[in-house]
């Protein structure tokens, strides 16, 4: 294969078209070509009196000695996986998020038929809960944005953006396509899915998976581990208010980073973990067109997508703001999973044809920050600011909301401005001044406003803040070691909520990555 890069495209092309533009433009004869796909799009945006998509090709020509411009191709290789397991048990896994699915595909892809253990509910019954919270405020403690078939990243943006370097992202995103996602993520520079596209993806999966003898016991509740001799031996489980023993050797751990009952419990059963950096903040809203505005300008003619924006900011004193999880014409989502807490995050569609925009704004937090050397600490200080929003919020699940003006101000929001809040079940006006560490606030006020420098319109006064972002990573790191394997033999930590992902592509591969350890270390 050859590769053309940098093609810089300035009208609203098809695939095909741009690929014709491209063999004119290097002279490549159409009888030559064998195969051509595009492999890289993305915007370039940097001056706004030229805005124009790029595009990397790739074309297999019958003879590459007549193109010697074009640069060769280096394909990446797949890890060979070695399976030296002979099991005698079924492995099972505890979560059904991207950790877990991927582990189970794996598992299966090399015969053998995991059970996966999710103590929400399959996608189908799991969308009705959620709808039925957004609109009575009525919350579902076992399924909802957190947990359940697809894990909390079903009901966000979908991205598949990361910052590791691994081969098995490819597989991810092959794997994805397989089963139903859009190709245009295999080639875009920041590919997402999409809430509505990314559940008929993992149904499609989980259909896969039983089919090659995998199974699936939703609503089924892991409630306690047995281990002897420093090995794992059985699960306790309960479905409709049902107690069950069963055996289990090897167990990948994808629990996810809302499972804090869970945690507990392994860290009562001598599982080592230990508390982790995370971050927490608030969610905030702008009119979309704002964002298209600011990043694209108002003189291009191309079609381009709902503008998209990642931002950092350093303090001197070792803190850090930094917009997290960014959803154009998306909306906030009411994410709680516990009894009287709050707990936004952020969703959108495909098409991202929302109003508006939305992204979280973080403060970094470490384990200096929290009360006591726990490991669960990080969970305890998590909980706090949920009751808290809570409480603020009216206790009924509103969300405490506040315009950015007034948030500078330090002053209570009396009145909604031209962004209208899309959190549901409802919202109450507020100061979250009053709920959040002040060491948090002021970051954020700083962040606010240096953001504001770099995007024009971010700091707007009636852009509003929502209460509280406090899920973006795990709190807690359950240790492993180089076979991946915690200090209780057959147990594999896995994911985010171990501590080893942030995201959908992350969580995914680290989810590869333990099914192939489980398959190679033959425990």
């Given amino acids: 294969m050859l590769k053309i890069n940098s093609l810089a495209i300035r009208k609203n092309l098809t695939e095909y078209e741009v690929f014709e533009f491209a063999i004119n433009k290097y002279s490549i004869k159409k009888d030559d070509i064998i195969d051509w796909h595009i492999v890289r799009k993305s ?24 193109y010697k411009k074009l640069e060769k191709v280096k394909k990446t290789e797949m890890p060979n996986i070695k399976i030296k397991t002979n099991l005698n048990t079924r492995p099972i896994i505890i979560g059904c998020g991207p950790a877990g699915l991927f582990s189970a595909f794996i598992l299966v892809e090399n015969g053998i038929k995991p059970i996966i253990i999710e103590q929400g509910q399959p996608l189908e019954k799991r969308s009705e809960s959620v709808s039925h919270f957004l609109k009575t405020g009525i919350l579902n403690f076992r399924s909802n944005v957190q947990f359940g078939e697809g894990g909390a990243g079903t009901f966000s943006d979908g991205k598949l953006t990361t910052g590791i370097h691994s081969a098995f992202c490819q597989k991810v995103l092959e794997t994805f396509v397989r089963f139903g996602a859009p190709k245009q993520i ?84 001598g599982v080592l973990m230990e508390a982790k950096n995370f971050s927490v903040g608030v969610r905030i ?20 997508p709902p503008a998209e924006y990642k ?3 350093h303090t001197d004193n070792g803190r850090s703001c930094y917009t997290f999880c960014m959803c154009p014409g998306g909306v906030v989502m009411a994410s709680s999973s516990e009894e009287n807490t709050v707990v936004t995050n952020g969703m959108s569609n495909f098409l991202r044809n929302g109003t508006n925009a939305n992204s979280a704004i973080l403060v970094n937090v470490t384990p200096e920050d929290f009360e006591s050397n726990s490991p669960l600490a990080g969970i305890y200080f998590q909980k706090s600011l949920e009751e808290k929003a809570f409480i603020l919020g009216g206790n009924n699940y509103f969300a405490p909301v506040q315009r950015v003006e007034d948030f500078l101000k330090n002053q209570k ?62 709190p807690v790191r359950i240790i492993r070691n180089e ?33 192939i350890k489980l398959l190679e270390n033959n425990c």
């Avoid at 057959?490 to 099914?515: H, L, Q, R």
């Fill in 413 to 474: 929001t009396t009145s909604i401005g031209i962004v209208k809040p899309t959190y549901q079940p409802g919202f109450t006006l507020a100061n979250l001044n009053e709920i959040l560490p002040s060491f948090v606030c002021d970051t954020l006020k700083q962040g606010i406003l240096y953001f504001d420098s770099k995007l024009h319109g971010f700091a707007n006064p009636d852009s509003i803040l929502t209460g509280v972002e406090t899920r973006s990573s795990s």
């Fill in 311 to 313: 931002l950092a900011y």
């Fill in 43 to 66: 915007i370039d945006a940097r001056r706004k009196d030229d805005v124009h998509y790029t595009y990397s090709i790739e074309i297999q020509v019958k003879d590459e000695k007549k």
């Fill in 186 to 269: 295999l080639y875009l520079s920041k590919p997402h899915i999409g809430t509505d596209k990314l559940i008929p993806v993992i149904k499609n999966m989980r259909e896969y998976i039983i089919s090659k003898g995998g199974a699936f016991l939703f609503d089924t509740k892991v409630t306690d581990f047995e281990i002897s001799n420093n090995h794992i031996t059985h699960l306790h489980i309960s479905h409709n208010e049902t107690e069950k023993i069963i055996e289990a050797k090897q167990v990948i751990l994808a629990i996810g980073h809302s499972s804090r009952d869970t945690f507990e419990t392994l860290y009562k059963r």
């Fill in 285 to 304: 809203e702008h009119l979309q067109q704002w964002i298209n505005e600011a990043q694209y300008g108002n003189i291009t003619k191309l079609s381009l």
């Fill in 483 to 515: 076979k991946l394997l915690s200090n209780i033999s057959g147990i594999y930590p896995c994911g985010e909520g171990a501590g080893y992902a942030g995201g959908i592509m992350s969580a995914s591969v680290d989810g590869i990555k333990c099914a």
